[in-house]
């Protein structure tokens, strides 16, 4: 049997063997071309190298690092299309034909230790003129020195120029930590130094000494104030108001006066009535000088006796003035006492104050101790950034003194001739033939598979299979000889060796659908499938296995097939379709060569075809066929041009699809079938039509007897018409 792959080449060499032919040949026209060309002159190759230099004395460290730097370079810098340009304008080469003569090889890296394995670099040029070749190497040898060399004084330039840019910033930089420090220490250093030596500490304690001292001071005056007190039985306040008034003489000679003014009273009140002028005289010299008494008291006291408390009548007045000179001296030491007391308390107040503020600038040392720490510390980073810089600076101008390139030349170049085989022209245009072959091949295969269309029964039968769904037969082509115009191939003889294959459709589908399945749909996804031609045998098969079968020709839109069946159709139905359903004596027409073969042709083509599918008359059909009949078979048109197989489906129990090689696209097949499934329409399976099958004739045939004939899909090339409906 023939591979599946074989078969699908094989139908794709018929449809597209021109294509293939003119890439075989386009191949074969150039290899020819390529064989008759001449051979070309011989080349010669101008071989040397350079190697990794360094300076004969280095006394910075910035010129060994650019001359470590400068073995870095790779072959796009050392071949860069700036210098290829150069050296092929001076040596009046194209630039494009130096940069493809020359080969640079650079010298391999350890992968463990990262270090190069050697120190040489090979260079090659290739030319057909010997002593050019020679001068274009040695051009460019130099020019890669020199470039190295620029490269090396370019990169210290630029660190140079980096460094001068940053010094003047770092150098404000480190002034202004300076400066910041400067003004701290101003502020306060004494504070952190007198902490660190003690005198802090010391000022401390010797303010609570002064406390303890003023203290006691005040203690020793409060007891002379309490024992003075005892003896006068007078406070400070009364104390220093007695005093002052007791020693005022104004006072006194008030307080003389009224004497004398209240003992005349005195004596004449005994003869003299209150009423009496003189009484009334005295009694208003009496107050006059009371009033004095009073005025004079509160200018002695001053602040109109808010200083100390007087007593507001002049008896109080009286009697807080009349100290006798020792009484006085005890009441003003009480006064200088009391005076002395609040001094002290003062002083007290102020040590104390002292104190409170000595320990909190004792207790922010530390944070003033890390702050000057820190100003330190950035002073001293700020001086390491700018000695560093001021250091990198004269190593690298030192090291601009010296600079030289990497590379060197290790070894002149010398000439070798590369010597070429002449090609053979017949080894040459036979590998062009054997890639035209394979391209021309190929172009063929490519094209058949991107077609999308099923080539073989076996691709149908593995998307079935992929999909879980039921194969039903595989139906061979049958032979389209003597058949009428627009006629299809009928199994109508019993003796057919065709039969069997639509009888193997017919159990099977009697298999799968049950006894319940009685009205089938045959449909396919385009034409030229065979769908009615499965369903006209699928009708004989049934007929001829003794089941009343009814074969309807619901595609309205094309005209009938069946005269096919020696049935000749109405020729008044297209006009009146509707009467023509409504009338099974007229529609139903009995095949005359076949027992229990009845079949229903179609009055198409019908305009309203799915006025006609969805109408009373074709329901009343449809109800009346299913009773009377054991199998009744709709044949519709294809699901790719109408709806129509949608429309006459609810009559049927089971759906049947139709597929065949080099006609049925993978596509379409699948979408249907995931459409029949999702929709739950019934599908029962689906048939291979038009399959490559070997028919074996049986031995009492004569002129065929012991042979095969091979149905294969060239028959289907040849066979225009057959199965195709």
């Known amino acids: 049997m023939t591979p599946p792959i074989i078969k699908r080449y094989v139908i794709a060499f018929e449809k597209y063997k021109w294509i293939g032919l003119a890439s075989f040949g386009l191949i074969v ?3 020819t071309v390529v064989a008759i060309q001449p051979d070309p002159p011989p080349t010669y190759v101008a071989d040397s190298s350079l190697t990794y230099s360094r300076p004969p004395v280095s006394f910075s460290a910035t010129g060994s690092e650019i001359q470590q730097q400068g073995q870095e370079l790779n072959e796009e810098v ?56 020679q001068e274009v190497l040695v051009e460019l040898m130099q020019a890669m020195v020199k470039l190295s060399s620029d490269i090396n004084t370019g990169r210290l330039r630029a660190i140079i120029e980096k460094i001068n840019e940053r010094i003047p910033q770092a150098r404000s930089e480190l002034q202004a930590a300076e400066q910041r420090l400067e003004i701290y220490d101003r502020r306060e250093r004494p504070a952190i130094l007198a902490a660190e030596n003690g005198s802090l500490l010391s000022a401390v304690t010797n303010s ?29 306040g009364q104390a220093y108001v007695s005093s002052a008034l007791s020693a005022d003489p104004i006072l006194g000679n008030l307080r003389t006066q009224l004497y004398q003014t209240e003992s005349q009273i005195a004596l004449l009140r005994k003869d003299l009535r209150p009423e009496h002028p003189t009484m009334i005289q005295l009694q208003r010299q009496k107050q006059a000088t009371e009033e004095l008494l009073q005025q004079r008291a509160a200018e002695v006291i001053g602040g109109d006796g808010t200083a100390a408390p007087l007593a507001g009548s002049v008896t109080g007045i009286r009697a807080q003035s009349n100290l006798d000179p020792a009484r006085q001296q005890l009441a003003n030491q009480m006064v200088a006492l009391q005076t002395q007391r609040e001094t002290l308390e003062q002083q007290l107040l102020q040590q104390r104050r002292e104190e409170l503020q000595l320990r909190q600038e004792y207790s922010q040392i530390p944070n003033k101790q890390l702050e000057r720490s820190r100003l330190e510390q950035e002073v001293g980073l700020k001086k390491a950034v700018f000695d560093q810089m001021q250091a990198k600076l004269t190593d690298a101008k030192t090291a601009e003194a010296e600079t030289v390139s990497s590379f060197s030349v290790a070894r002149l170049p010398s000439i070798t001739a590369d010597a070429k085989k002449p090609k053979s022209i017949p080894l040459t245009l036979g590998v062009g033939g054997f890639l035209g072959f394979l391209v021309g091949g190929g172009v063929i295969f490519l094209l058949g598979s991107l077609e999308g269309t099923f080539r073989t029964r076996e691709d149908i039968r593995d998307s079935l299979k992929q999909r879980e769904v039921a194969m039903l037969g595989e139906l061979p082509l049958m032979p389209v000889d003597d058949l009428p115009p627009e006629g299809i191939p009928v199994v109508l003889s019993s003796e057919s060796l065709y039969l069997e294959f639509y009888e193997k459709f017919r159990s099977n589908l009697r298999r799968l659908g049950g006894r319940d399945l009685k009205v089938v749909l045959i449909t396919s996804t385009s034409s030229q499938e065979g769908k009615t031609t499965s369903a006209y045998n699928l009708g004989v098969a049934a007929a001829r296995a003794g089941k009343r079968t ?15 069946l020696k049935v000749n159709p109405d020729p008044d139905a297209t006009l009146e379709p509707l009467r023509y359903y409504g009338s099974l004596s007229e529609c139903i027409r009995l095949v005359p060569e076949v027992e229990n073969l009845y079949i229903i042709p179609s009055p198409g083509p019908v305009r309203q075809s799915a006025a006609v599918l969805e109408s009373s008359e074709m329901r009343r059909l449809m109800e009346d066929v299913r009773e009377r009949y054991d199998l009744v078979i709709l044949d519709t048109n294809s699901l790719s ?11 049927s129990d089971g759906i049947v699809l139709v597929a065949r090689p080099n006609y049925t696209q993978e596509n379409m097949l699948g979408e249907a079938i995931d459409q029949l499934l999702e929709a739950e329409l019934g599908l029962v399976g689906v048939i291979i039509n038009g399959a490559d099958i070997s028919i074996v004739l049986p031995p009492s045939d004569e002129s065929l007897s012991g042979e095969e004939v091979g149905i294969t899909d060239e028959v289907t090339e040849i066979s225009v018409g057959a199965n195709k409906i």
């Open 29 to 31: 026209a150039g290899s």
């Open 550 to 564: 009814l074969i309807i020709e619901t595609d309205l839109r094309s005209p009938s097939r069946c005269l096919s």
């Open 78 to 133: 050392l071949l860069s299309d700036q210098l290829i340009e150069r050296v092929g304008t001076k040596m009046n080469v194209s630039p494009k034909t130096v940069g493809a003569s020359v080969a640079l090889k650079l010298p391999r890296r350890n992968a463990r230790t990262g270090q190069l394995e050697s120190n040489i670099i090979e260079l090659k040029y290739r030319d057909s003129n010997p002593k050019r070749a």
């Open 641 to 651: 041009l109408s709806n129509d197989p949608l429309l006459i489906q609810p009559y």
């Open 208 to 236: 609570q000494n002064q406390q303890r001292l003023i203290q006691q001071t005040v203690a020793g005056i409060d007891a002379q104030v309490r024992s003075l007190q005892d003896k006068l039985g007078l406070n400070v």
